[in-house]
T-cell receptor
Framework: GEDVEQSLFLSVREGDSSVINCTYTDSSSTYLYWYKQEPGAGLQLLTYIFSNMDMKQDQRLTVLLNKKDKHLSLRIADTQTGDSAIYFCAESRDNAGNMLTFGGGTRLMVKP | DARVTQTPRHKVTEMGQEVTMRCQPILGHNTVFWYRQTMMQGLELLAYFRNRAPLDDSGMPKDRFSAEMPDATLATLKIQPSEPRDSAVYFC??????????FGSGTQLSVL
């Protein structure tokens, strides 16, 4: 079966870059996602990447995909205190891109 | 601003009581998901509907949980009878095929 894994915790200083890593096992993944969850809120889609891409940049966010190693990363440039949240990696295998398997989440703490 | 609406936001109940959680998907979306989030298990998929038809509810304990979509504007998740181990945050998400998923703010359930 599919499995998505992330480290539990990351702490950075405001202004530094954050890199959150994720590994997955299913080579047939079609889409890979990063979601952000703030306290008491639902999950908000930050960005996603198709499995045939190796990089996607969106403002302060850069997603890198190493399909050979099944490794996905999210880099947040100039991390702000408002970026403190739990970040979930997710993968999808269905063509619709809806059926998601989530990692356990990485709690990002940004220190002023 | 379209959003997925979940009610209630919080529910405290006693063991053995019936719990009904409701979700109003975004108008026009044809897929609906129910996820459960706990510290120990992370995000677990409970049920998946497409065009109101249940496609996958393998993650749902069948003896006490039931999920339905009586119409396109309402999805329900029922637990009867509820147990303390059901305490979690239950998220509903909706989407269209090939489009991103939108999550509701969740129902925080506490079963005493």
């Amino acid at each position: 079966g599919e499995d998505v894994e992330q480290s539990l915790f990351l702490s950075v200083r405001e202004g530094d870059s954050s890199v959150i890593n994720c590994t997955y096992t299913d080579s047939s993944s079609t889409y890979l996602y990063w979601y952000k969850q703030e306290p008491g809120a639902g999950l908000q889609l930050l960005t996603y990447i198709f499995s045939n891409m190796d990089m996607k940049q969106d403002q302060r966010l850069t997603v890198l995909l190493n399909k050979k190693d099944k490794h996905l990363s999210l880099r947040i440039a100039d991390t702000q205190t408002g970026d403190s949240a739990i970040y979930f990696c997710a993968e999808s295998r269905d063509n619709a891109g809806n059926m998601l398997t989530f990692g356990g989440g990485t709690r990002l703490m940004v220190k002023p | 601003d379209a959003r997925v609406t979940q009610t209630p936001r919080h529910k405290v109940t006693e063991m053995g009581q019936e719990v009904t959680m409701r979700c109003q998907p975004i108008l026009g979306h044809n897929t609906v998901f129910w996820y459960r989030q706990t510290m120990m298990q992370g995000l677990e998929l409970l049920a998946y509907f497409r065009n109101r038809a249940p496609l996958d509810d393998s993650g749902m304990p069948k003896d006490r949980f039931s999920a339905e979509m009586p119409d396109a504007t309402l999805a329900t998740l029922k637990i009867q009878p509820s147990e303390p181990r059901d305490s979690a945050v239950y998220f509903c998400a909706s989407g269209s095929e090939g489009e991103k998923l939108f999550f509701g703010s969740g129902t925080q359930l506490s079963v005493l």
